[in-house]
């Protein structure tokens, strides 16, 4: 599975936008990238994932680097209840599963 | 209904005895999957079943045995578990192993092994 880097943690504030980044310098041309959230004591919940344009909804933007190698996951208005780990993961298209990375610790202050 | 239930919320088991924890889900999906995880660290694979059959077994120790009774259900067996085998449990579904969208996960068991 290629690998994501993202930081361990961030911080943010209520109200504003979170840029959480991810790299994957060995993407392949067949990897989509997706992005899963996990609040505490809960199972992980589906953000958003994209393959070569950027993409939108409800929940979040992605934008993926024009030759990408990177994203970032963008929360438009960050609330408390977007506290969160975010994991950024890399699924080849033909993959029968999910692998997950360590994620990054997001923390909303008031 | 759009979500994955996963029963019972908590166990706590001895090391003798045998357990199982249940999943279910009506969205019609025909992928379901065992993670497990442990405090502060990325959920793990364990298994992947396809149109209800054992696809994935990620090298899973004999001690845990997954069951899908149908396409709604899928079981957990656990037998002589050791206390390093405390952990969430956590069940998903897709709606096929090579989805177009995500995975929707439950909200796990929380297993403590004594």
């Known amino acids: 599975d290629a690998k994501t880097t993202q930081p361990n943690s961030m911080e943010s504030n209520e109200e504003e936008p979170v840029h959480l980044p991810c790299n994957h310098s060995?993407?392949?041309?067949?990897?989509?990238i997706h992005w899963y959230r996990q609040l505490p004591s809960q199972g992980p919940e589906y953000v958003i994932h994209g393959l070569t344009s950027n993409v939108n909804n409800r929940m979040a933007s992605l934008a993926i680097a024009e030759d990408r190698k990177s994203s970032t996951l963008i929360l438009h208005r960050a609330t408390l209840r977007d506290a969160a780990v975010y994991y950024c993961?890399?699924?080849?298209?033909?993959?029968?599963?999910?692998?997950f990375g360590q994620g990054t610790r997001l923390t909303i202050n008031p | 209904d759009t979500e994955v239930t996963q029963t019972p919320k908590h166990l706590v088991m001895g090391m003798t005895n045998k357990k199982s924890l249940k999943c279910e889900q009506h969205m019609g999906h025909r992928a379901m999957y065992w993670y497990k995880q442990k405090a502060k660290k990325p959920p793990e694979l364990m298994f992947v079943?396809?149109?209800?059959?054992?696809?994935i077994n990620e090298s899973v120790p004999s001690r845990f045995s997954p069951e899908c009774p149908n396409s709604s259900l899928l079981n957990l067996h656990l037998h002589a578990l050791q206390p390093e085998d405390s952990a969430l449990y956590l069940c998903?579904?897709?709606?096929?192993?090579?989805?177009?969208?995500?995975?929707?996960f439950g909200s796990g068991t929380r297993l403590t092994v004594v």
């Open positions: 998903a579904s897709s709606q096929e192993v090579r989805p177009p969208g995500g995975y929707t």
């Open positions: 993961i890399l699924r080849d298209v033909g993959a029968q599963k999910l692998v």
């Open positions: 079943y396809s149109y209800e059959k054992l696809s």
């Open positions: 060995t993407i392949s041309g067949t990897d989509y």
